[in-house]
């Protein structure tokens, strides 16, 4: 499977983003997808997790209430909506598929995407 995150670009603060993962080679149906990013010289951090369904979603607390997670099953796609963007939510955020229900670690994550970045001006 491959993943493919795109809708990054450059936004003042306080604007909005949307970010799209789109999958190939294999559905996302049967797996959560998560959300990381990882700053300059910072180590990539959990941004959220969406469960198959989408009914269930974890986000970091740095995140919570102004990032929401989403998704499209038949068009093989996860969706990520900023909201309030601020200069620290600058990176580059990737996608990837769960291989543990719920988990914010990296490392039960596979099949990662190249990543989308996001620069947020002050």
């Known amino acids: 499977v491959q993943l493919q995150a795109s809708g990054g670009g450059l936004v003042q603060a306080g604007g909005s983003l949307r970010l799209s993962c789109a999958a190939s080679?294999?559905?996302?149906?049967?797996?959560?997808m998560g959300w990381f990013r990882q700053a300059p010289g910072k180590e990539r951090e959990f941004v959220g997790t969406?469960?198959?369904?989408?009914?269930?979603?974890y986000y970091a607390d740095s995140v919570q209430g102004r990032f929401t997670l989403s998704r499209d099953n038949a068009r093989n796609t996860v969706y990520l909506q900023m909201n309030s963007l601020k200069p620290e939510d600058t990176a580059v955020y990737y996608c990837?598929?769960?291989?543990?229900?719920?988990?914010?670690?990296?490392?039960?994550?596979?099949?990662w995407g190249q990543g989308t970045l996001v620069t947020v001006s002050s």
């Open positions: 990837a598929i769960g291989l543990v229900p719920g988990s914010r670690s990296s490392s039960t994550y596979a099949y």
């Open positions: 080679g294999r559905t996302i149906t049967y797996y959560d």
């Open positions: 969406i469960s198959r369904s989408g009914s269930t979603t």
